[in-house]
């Protein structure tokens, strides 16, 4: 469950596209079942934050392949042989789009029936992804969240196709934060979900605890971007350190 500090912070973020919790479940939850027209699993993320409604979806619902990668059914041959890609022209050859498919992640066949989709700041339950849509400068405050305890580097890996892949499976399966930007991906495209040059960032369960602590803890508008005296005064003073600390060891520091 998130707690009513973390709630705070994804509300101090201000965001224009609210965050989203998400939970892959076996059983079925008590939310009630999205009612409406038929869609693409990425585009269930825009219709929790255009109504803000808790819901759940299944396999059912899906007009695209975010069941596949969910685990929900099997790849069937013919997508598998790279044909749509092709069509499409996203890939050179069937051949090409096939690699795709040998690389793609997936969950654990046939253990996600449900997903639960909530607005976060209402998230009554423990959720498996946090997904957020941003502009700057909020992208910038929670991709450095991710990385401000941790160290860890900021990796996107995403293919033109089959997106939900990579934003919903493979951060469950790697542990890892990915991010992507609107306007490259096929059906996110295709169906205009997001105007071009947002952030789309999907933070998995165990990163959680750093990431709220990051925001509690750091800076979310760093000393040298600060206009006021006082922090370019500090600045100053920190950056001539570096050359006491060069001269110790007869070096330099260039940077400025």
Same mark, same amino acid.
């Given at each position: 469950?998130? =707690?009513?500090?973390?709630?705070? @912070?994804?509300? *101090?973020?201000?965001?224009? %596209?609210?965050?989203?919790?998400? *939970?892959?479940?076996?059983?079925?939850?008590?939310?009630?079942?999205?009612?409406?027209?038929?869609?693409?699993?990425?585009?269930?993320?825009?219709?929790?934050?255009?109504?803000?409604?808790?819901?759940?979806?299944?396999?059912?619902?899906? @007009?695209?392949?975010? *069941?596949?990668?969910?685990?929900?059914?099997?790849?069937?041959?013919?997508?598998? /042989?790279?044909?749509?890609?092709?069509?499409?022209?996203?890939?050179?050859?069937? @051949?090409?789009?096939?690699?795709?498919?040998?690389?793609?992640?997936?969950?654990?066949?046939?253990?996600?029936?449900?997903?639960?989709?909530?607005? @976060?700041?209402?998230?009554?339950?423990?959720?498996?992804?946090?997904?957020?849509?941003?502009?700057?400068?909020?992208?910038?405050?929670?991709?450095?969240?991710? /990385?401000?305890?941790?160290?860890?580097?900021?990796?996107?890996?995403?293919?033109?196709?089959?997106?939900?892949?990579?934003?919903?499976?493979?951060?469950?399966? /790697?542990?890892?934060?990915?991010?992507?930007?609107?306007?490259?991906?096929?059906?996110?495209? =295709? +169906?205009?979900? %997001?105007?071009?040059?947002?952030?789309?960032? /999907?933070?998995?369960?165990?990163?959680?605890?750093?990431?709220?602590?990051?925001?509690?803890?750091?800076?979310?508008?760093?000393?040298?971007?600060?206009?006021?005296?006082?922090?370019?005064?500090?600045?100053? =003073? +920190?950056?001539?350190?570096?050359?006491?600390?060069?001269?110790?060891?007869?070096?330099?520091?260039?940077?400025?």
């Amino acid at each position: 469950m998130l =707690r009513s500090a973390d709630i705070e @912070a994804i509300k *101090k973020l201000e965001l224009a %596209y609210p965050a989203v919790a998400i *939970k892959f479940r076996f059983e079925k939850p008590e939310a009630p079942h999205y009612e409406g027209e038929k869609l693409a699993f990425c585009q269930y993320v825009k219709y929790t934050q255009d109504t803000e409604k808790h819901f759940y979806t299944d396999m059912n619902d899906d @007009a695209c392949y975010g *069941k596949l990668v969910l685990g929900m059914e099997e790849l069937s041959p013919v997508t598998g /042989s790279g044909q749509a890609g092709y069509d499409f022209g996203c890939y050179k050859t069937p @051949a090409a789009n096939q690699q795709l498919y040998q690389k793609l992640p997936i969950l654990v066949p046939h253990t996600v029936r449900y997903v639960e989709f909530c607005p @976060a700041v209402t998230c009554d339950f423990d959720p498996d992804l946090l997904f957020f849509v941003a502009d700057f400068p909020q992208s910038d405050i929670i991709m450095r969240a991710t /990385s401000y305890i941790s160290g860890d580097l900021w990796e996107s890996k995403s293919s033109p196709v089959i997106s939900c892949a990579w934003m919903y499976a493979y951060p469950m399966i /790697s542990g890892k934060v990915n991010h992507i930007t609107t306007g490259f991906y096929h059906g996110l495209k =295709r +169906r205009k979900a %997001y105007p071009a040059g947002l952030r789309m960032i /999907s933070i998995p369960f165990p990163k959680f605890p750093e990431f709220f602590q990051a925001l509690e803890e750091m800076d979310w508008t760093l000393i040298a971007f600060r206009e006021d005296e006082e922090s370019k005064e500090e600045l100053a =003073r +920190r950056m001539a350190h570096w050359q006491e600390m060069a001269e110790e060891i007869g070096g330099h520091v260039d940077l400025k």
